[in-house]
């Protein structure tokens, strides 16, 4: 089957990405386990690629002379380029009609996508109940040697899984994906940081804002993303949103989480449940913070001109009551500045207001101004609000 054959060529570049890594591990620490493995996974690896090689000279025999001359400088099994549809510009696969290939290989690796991101996502959520776990319950040099090496693990299956994304979105777009779409955005490790939802917040969390990784949310009028499987591949091709639209947090998560315990299923999905919602609240706190320093915010702005405008009618009041002539212009000059502070902050009301849902309009009571503001505001991202 063609989705098959291309599906195994993904795989098989995920597996050299794999391959990379464990080489480049081997070199910084040099150890005979880590080199052996290297040779093991590399002999599998050769195998898994020369079975693939021939189903690709009857699938495509077109890109057989440029498979070849690849060869030809004998790269390591890790660097050897496979020739998918990716691997062409959009007027070579045309030439060399792999269009119907490259439409399989887009809904593949979106698929594969969504799954690097719920993957990225598991990493990052080990990697907090590990660090909290080594601070609360490690003592002494073994426990803590133990569990340096369990957060290294998963440290750098996190950095791997943001290589295979990057490298999968790169794909994407070489097939004709938008370049600046919001559904795949680039992925780095500051875009993974989340809150804790185990310890205690800490001083300065709330002026860190959390990484895109956690604003990827589902749509509920959108199908759900498809789960990548070597039997069922995708039939859906992804339609893009303007919105972070992009994944369902409960499909296709496949927890490892054996450093933590042995979890059965029902305890790892309570677990994360309870991760996500502890997550949830405390961001609809902060948000909710954040909004109360608005609206406090408005009220000061709505009181200053209030105040600067009383002081400008009570210094005019004055100059009409008085006979001197000096004491007169003083107070027009008194009123005049009052008015033009008046001025000035309602034309910094009037800028800070622009980005807005909807504006307060001058003497309008200001109840009822809030209250359609959360409306607007909140209204679009909660709907039953």
């Given at each position: 089957?063609?989705?098959?054959?291309?599906?195994?060529?993904?795989?098989?570049?995920?597996?050299?990405?794999?391959?990379?890594?464990?080489?480049?591990?081997?070199?910084?620490?040099?150890?005979?386990?880590?080199?052996?493995?290297?040779?093991?996974?590399?002999?599998?690896?050769?195998?898994?690629?020369?079975?693939?090689?021939?189903?690709?000279?009857?699938?495509?025999?077109?890109?057989?002379?440029?498979?070849?001359?690849?060869?030809?400088?004998?790269?390591?099994?890790?660097?050897?380029?496979?020739?998918?549809?990716?691997?062409?510009?959009?007027?070579?696969?045309?030439?060399?009609?792999?269009?119907?290939?490259?439409?399989?290989?887009?809904?593949?690796?979106?698929?594969?996508?969504?799954?690097?991101?719920?993957?990225?996502?598991?990493?990052?959520?080990?990697?907090?109940?590990?660090?909290?776990?080594?601070?609360?319950?490690?003592?002494?040099?073994?426990?803590?040697?133990?569990?340096?090496?369990?957060?290294?693990?998963?440290?750098?299956?996190?950095?791997?899984?943001?290589?295979?994304?990057?490298?999968?979105?790169?794909?994407?777009?070489?097939?004709?994906?938008?370049?600046?779409?919001?559904?795949?955005?680039?992925?780095?490790?500051?875009?993974?940081?989340?809150?804790?939802?185990?310890?205690?917040?800490?001083?300065?969390?709330?002026?860190?804002?959390?990484?895109?990784?956690?604003?990827?949310?589902?749509?509920?009028?959108?199908p759900r993303p498809p789960s990548v499987s070597p039997s069922v591949?995708?039939?859906?091709?992804?339609?893009?949103?303007?919105?972070?639209?992009?994944?369902?947090?409960?499909?296709?998560?496949?927890?490892?989480?054996?450093?933590?315990?042995?979890?059965?299923?029902?305890?790892?999905?309570?677990?994360?449940?309870?991760?996500?919602?502890?997550?949830?609240?405390?961001?609809?706190?902060?948000?909710?913070?954040?909004?109360?320093?608005?609206?406090?915010?408005?009220?000061?702005?709505?009181?200053?001109?209030?105040?600067?405008?009383?002081?400008?009618?009570?210094?005019?009041?004055?100059?009409?009551?008085?006979?001197?002539?000096?004491?007169?212009?003083?107070?027009?000059?008194?009123?005049?500045?009052?008015?033009?502070?008046?001025?000035?902050?309602?034309?910094?009301?009037?800028?800070?207001?622009?980005?807005?849902?909807?504006?307060?309009?001058?003497?309008?009571?200001?109840?009822?101004?809030?209250?359609?503001?959360?409306?607007?505001?909140?209204?679009?991202?909660?709907?039953?609000?």
């Amino acid at each position: 089957d063609v989705a098959e054959f291309v599906y195994e060529g993904l795989q098989i570049q995920m597996a050299q990405r794999d391959l990379d890594a464990a080489v480049i591990a081997a070199k910084a620490h040099s150890t005979s386990t880590a080199e052996k493995e290297v040779v093991a996974e590399t002999r599998a690896l050769e195998k898994r690629l020369e079975g693939w090689r021939l189903l690709q000279r009857s699938i495509t025999p077109q890109v057989s002379s440029d498979v070849g001359l690849e060869l030809a400088d004998k790269p390591s099994v890790y660097r050897q380029k496979l020739y998918l549809p990716s691997d062409y510009t959009a007027d070579h696969r045309a030439s060399l009609n792999l269009n119907d290939l490259a439409s399989d290989e887009s809904q593949l690796r979106e698929g594969l996508a969504f799954d690097a991101i719920t993957s990225i996502q598991q990493r990052v959520k080990a990697l907090d109940a590990l660090l909290v776990n080594k601070r609360r319950n490690c003592k002494g040099v073994d426990q803590n040697t133990r569990a340096n090496a369990q957060i290294t693990r998963v440290t750098a299956e996190r950095a791997l899984w943001i290589r295979h994304y990057n490298s999968n979105r790169e794909a994407l777009i070489k097939l004709g994906f938008s370049q600046t779409a919001r559904s795949f955005p680039s992925l780095t490790v500051n875009d993974t940081h989340r809150h804790s939802t185990i310890g205690k917040r800490a001083l300065g969390d709330s002026r860190r804002t959390e990484g895109p990784l956690w604003s990827l949310h589902p749509s509920s009028s959108q199908p759900r993303p498809p789960s990548v499987s070597p039997s069922v591949p995708p039939t859906a091709h992804h339609i893009d949103s303007p919105a972070f639209d992009v994944v369902d947090l409960e499909d296709g998560w496949i927890w490892k989480l054996g450093t933590i315990g042995n979890l059965s299923e029902v305890e790892i999905a309570s677990w994360e449940g309870e991760g996500d919602r502890v997550h949830w609240f405390r961001a609809e706190a902060e948000m909710e913070r954040w909004r109360e320093q608005w609206e406090i915010k408005l009220v000061e702005f709505l009181r200053c001109i209030r105040s600067f405008t009383k002081m400008s009618d009570v210094w005019k009041t004055l100059s009409d009551r008085t006979s001197d002539m000096s004491y007169a212009i003083y107070a027009n000059k008194k009123s005049a500045m009052y008015m033009q502070m008046a001025g000035d902050v309602k034309a910094s009301l009037k800028s800070l207001q622009s980005d807005e849902p909807t504006t307060y309009i001058d003497g309008e009571d200001l109840v009822r101004y809030i209250t359609r503001h959360r409306e607007l505001e909140i209204g679009s991202v909660h709907p039953n609000y």
